[in-house]
């Protein structure tokens, strides 16, 4: 997922090697560095698939989920800001992240969540990690979230966490922080 962290990620620049890679959803290359060969992505013995339930399908406004809508998100490790995107949370459980690294680093990507409490909801999104072509897969990357919406629905924060791994399940790297997120309105 990012471009991302590629702040919080410097640490891990001191252990990677200089082999450059993409990772979907703007992944920091730094973590993708690690690998020192590209695995085709058939040779995946394992996919990364989302185990939260999609919340209720519901017609009516005032029933959706209060995470529903489009959000400007900015995530923040370390105290710096690392990412900010354009988050669209739908009713179905289904969320979109469009975030800030080239598009052909795979800035759009796909998670699910739940609703957890009144106004707490969970989120798991995966993302895939790409060879320095940005043709084969060697990776994935969880993103997982916990975020609260405040008591105006115009805002929401929490926390986050980034997890890779490589196509035999070797952890990459973990990264945290916090996000903060204000509703984008018509106007």
């Known amino acids: 997922m ?3 962290l590629f702040t919080c990620l410097s640490a891990f620049a001191l252990w990677v ?3 450059t890679s993409f990772a979907s959803c703007g992944l920091p290359n730094t973590l993708t560095n690690k690998l020192s060969f590209a695995a085709p992505a058939a040779a995946l013995e394992s996919t990364t698939t989302a185990s939260l339930a999609p919340a209720p ?9 209060p995470i529903t809508g489009l959000w400007d998100i900015k995530f923040y490790s370390g ?8 988050d669209a949370w739908h009713s179905d459980g289904l969320e979109l992240l469009n975030d800030t690294p080239p598009p052909a680093t795979g800035n759009v990507c796909v998670g ?4 957890t409490g009144q106004r707490t909801f969970k989120l798991k999104h995966p993302s895939w990690i790409f060879d320095s072509t940005n043709t084969f897969v060697i990776g ?4 997982r979230e916990t975020v609260t919406v ?6 929401f924060g929490g926390t986050f966490t980034i997890d890779a791994v490589d196509t035999f399940g070797n952890v990459l790297g973990h990264i945290d922080g916090t996000v903060k997120a204000t509703r984008i309105k018509v106007d």
């Open 140 to 143: 994935t990357a969880t993103i």
């Open 17 to 19: 090697t200089p082999l």
């Open 112 to 115: 699910v969540y739940a609703q």
């Open 79 to 86: 105290g710096q800001l690392v990412d900010e995107g354009f």
């Open 57 to 65: 399908d519901v017609s009516d406004a005032a029933a959706r989920p």
């Open 150 to 155: 405040d008591r105006s629905g115009d805002s």
């Open 2 to 4: 990012r471009t991302l």
